[in-house]
Structures are given as structure tokens and as C-alpha cells.
């Protein structure tokens, strides 16, 4: 079983930047390709942005390509998303996700096994 907790979320104005963690237990994360996911309200959970396992590989989804950055420190268990240029749209719950052992990195959500709770980012313009 891996654990995840997010964290790093707040109230931000537009133009700000944000970085949010992710800290895993129960497993080294070092074999699990990872992702961000968000979820506005009233809205389905969506693709922000995947990594491999060791890091070499990264995916966007568009509206974040250019703004956004996934990285891993795979020493720390951790898993961190860069986020600038932040606007209101932005404004979700974000969650950190991991896939099983060895399989690549998807942007759908349905295809990871584990999640945490999200930290809430909020975007004021």
C-alpha cells in the first residue's frame, strides 16, 4: 500500500506561483510513474500532469504546458508540481496519484491506484 498526502495548497491572487508536495509512505514510490490530477468544483477530476518513474519523462496536459512543472525526488518520496502564472481557472482540489509497480504513466485518473486526500488551491483574480 502506498499513502500519499498533498499539501502546499492556499489562497493565491492571479499571476502568483505555487508549489505543491506530495509525500509518500508505506513504499518507496522510486517504481510508480506519478501524477497530478485536479478536480473544480461541480466539475469530473482532471489530467495536469505525469512522470516516470525516474523522472525522465514528463507529460502536460495543454492548458498547463509552460506554466506547470512535475518533478520527483524519488530519495524523499516526494512528488512536487510547480504551478505559475496561476489564474482562476486553475482553482481546484489537487491530487497527487500513483499507479501500480512499472506501469507508465496514463492521463486517465482511472488508471491509478492510489490517491490522497488533495489540497485545495484557490485562484482569485
Known amino acids: 500500500q502506498v499513502q500519499l498526502v498533498e499539501s502546499g495548497g492556499g489562497l493565491v491572487q492571479a499571476g502568483d506561483s505555487l508549489r505543491l508536495s506530495c509525500a509518500a509512505s508505506g513504499r518507496a514510490i522510486n517504481s510508480y510513474a506519478m501524477g497530478w490530477f485536479r478536480q473544480a468544483p461541480g466539475k469530473e477530476r482532471e489530467f495536469v500532469a505525469t512522470i516516470t518513474w525516474s523522472g525522465c519523462v514528463k507529460d502536460y496536459a495543454y492548458a498547463m504546458k509552460g506554466r506547470f512543472a512535475i518533478s520527483r525526488e524519488n530519495a524523499k518520496n516526494e512528488l512536487y508540481l510547480e504551478m505559475n502564472s496561476l489564474i482562476p481557472e486553475d482553482t481546484a482540489l489537487y491530487y497527487c496519484?500513483?499507479?501500480?509497480?512499472?506501469?507508465?504513466?496514463?492521463?486517465?485518473?482511472?488508471?491509478?491506484?492510489?490517491w490522497g486526500q488533495g489540497t485545495k488551491v484557490t485562484v482569485s483574480s
Open positions: 496519484e500513483a499507479r501500480i509497480v512499472g506501469a507508465p504513466g496514463t492521463r486517465r485518473t482511472a488508471d491509478y491506484r492510489y
